[in-house]
């Protein structure tokens, strides 16, 4: 059995190459691992109320705690599972999920894409740089992927 990787990130664009992939998957009797590269940056919540002028705003709105890591990794999680859960096409194709942290996507991506039948990667061409049409994660993909790759276009909407 072949395998695809899929770049994810909860784009249109991604969603896209999902899609397409699920199907050629389909086709050529192979599974699919979706690769989600997500950012674990500390994030602050505020303590205290968030009413301003109130005393308790004043005493203690400048104090701040560290969101739990785990949460981070549980909210990408079910990111990709809602993008799963969002395909049109019935699940009939093995699926596995990599979670990957505070790592560059195209980075992970060309790693992945070592003993892969197919990378494929949706592109958002939003570089004003006629080379980086492409996105920088799919023009990166496309020079050093170390299999067939396939990027996925979707039209702009009007």
Not at 60 to 74: D, G, L, N, W, Y
Not at 75 to 84: I, L, Q, T
Not at 122 to 128: A, I, L, M, T, Y
């Amino acid at each position: 059995m072949g395998r695809i990787v899929v770049g994810v990130d909860g784009s249109r664009e991604s969603m896209a190459a999902l899609e397409w992939a699920v199907e050629e998957a389909r086709l050529r009797g192979a599974q699919i691992e979706t690769v989600y590269v997500f950012q674990n940056t500390p994030s602050y919540r505020l303590y205290g109320s968030q009413q301003p002028g109130s005393a308790r705003h004043e005493e203690r709105s400048h104090v701040r705690a560290p969101v739990e890591q785990s949460t981070q990794k549980a909210d990408a999680h079910d990111e990709v599972a809602r993008m799963v859960d969002n395909l049109d096409q019935p699940r009939d194709v093995e699926l596995e999920s990599l979670l990957v942290e505070d790592r560059h996507p195209e980075h992970v991506l060309v790693e992945r894409s070592e003993g892969a039948d197919m990378l494929v990667v949706g592109s958002h061409g939003r570089g004003r740089v006629p080379e980086m049409l492409l996105g920088s994660v799919s023009h990166h993909c496309a020079t050093h992927a170390r299999c067939p790759i396939v990027i996925i276009r979707t039209p702009r909407p009007t």
